[in-house]
């Protein structure tokens, strides 16, 4: 996968500065997901991986929406005329996008105005960090369709975020959470206005693509395994990860620069 010339059918792709932006762009429809741009998505965290020119990545909605979560028509509508085999290959699938999000190296930043519901809120939860306009409006509504809340790894990454029982309270009801709640609760880190919505985000994507972008992957990596492992394995597997982090370039050379008194710059080495 080349970022400089990647061009996606379902979803918008910008790269510059080391930072990548994908863009949810049915605006007429609040962005919302098909089988396609699932499987797309999905692949394009997969390949992600293997891209260490990309050391951030945007996510964001076009028109003023973040995502409407898995289209009636072209989703929902489908999947209540498929038996329980093809329901399964595609529950799969989506949660397949959640895992990708979490296994590529790469800091993800949730760019987050208005709608942001079903999949869409999933998306915003499997990110690392959250930037949301005062209009953002979460919500995880499986509920509101027949369908549990349990829904590509919401049960278990919902409650590490906000809480077991705030994240109940969302799964149970599907009610939207707007954004001041969402930021007090900590799903959002932070609320800003939406004419400045993708810059902070960019902002803050070009600040992480400027550090140790190694070093960053093994936090995600940590953050992301520590929570099923003892305290005591946790430690361990820190002191492992710190080593292998401490024989990198990256390291020496924020050692320099503190001896010389300047400002490191890393190489992700």
Request: with cysteine; charged share 20%.
């Amino acid at each position: 996968m080349n970022p400089e010339s990647f061009s996606p059918e379902h979803f918008g792709w910008q790269f510059e500065g080391g930072v990548a932006t994908v863009t949810l762009n049915r605006p007429d429809r609040k962005n919302p997901l098909t089988f396609e741009s699932y499987a797309e998505l999905r692949d394009t965290f997969r390949a992600l991986v293997y891209v260490p020119a990309v050391k951030a990545i945007v996510v964001t909605g076009a028109g003023g929406n973040f995502s409407s979560g898995g289209d009636v028509h072209e989703i929902i509508g489908p999947l209540t005329e498929m038996a329980m085999p093809e329901l399964l290959n595609f529950t799969r699938m989506t949660g397949d996008l959640v895992k990708a999000m979490r296994a590529c190296p790469q800091p993800v930043i949730a760019a987050i105005d208005g709608i942001c519901v079903g999949a869409g809120a999933i998306m915003a939860m499997a990110s690392d960090l959250r930037i949301a306009t005062p209009a953002a409006k979460t919500a995880f509504l499986f509920t509101r369709v027949g369908l549990a809340g349990c829904d590509m790894g919401a049960c278990a990454i919902l409650p590490r975020i906000i809480g077991q029982g705030r994240a109940s309270d969302l799964l149970y009801t599907g009610r939207m959470m707007g954004a001041e709640e969402g930021e007090r609760w900590g799903f959002h880190n932070r609320i800003v206005d939406a004419d400045v919505l993708l810059d902070e985000a960019t902002k803050l994507a070009r600040s992480l693509a400027a550090g140790p972008t190694f070093a960053h992957g093994i936090t995600k990596t940590q953050l992301s395994t520590e929570w099923s492992v003892s305290v005591e394995t946790a430690i361990e597997m820190e002191a492992q990860a710190q080593a292998i982090c401490m024989a990198t370039k990256d390291f020496r050379r924020a050692f320099e620069a503190f001896a010389e008194k300047r400002t490191p710059e890393f190489a992700g080495d």
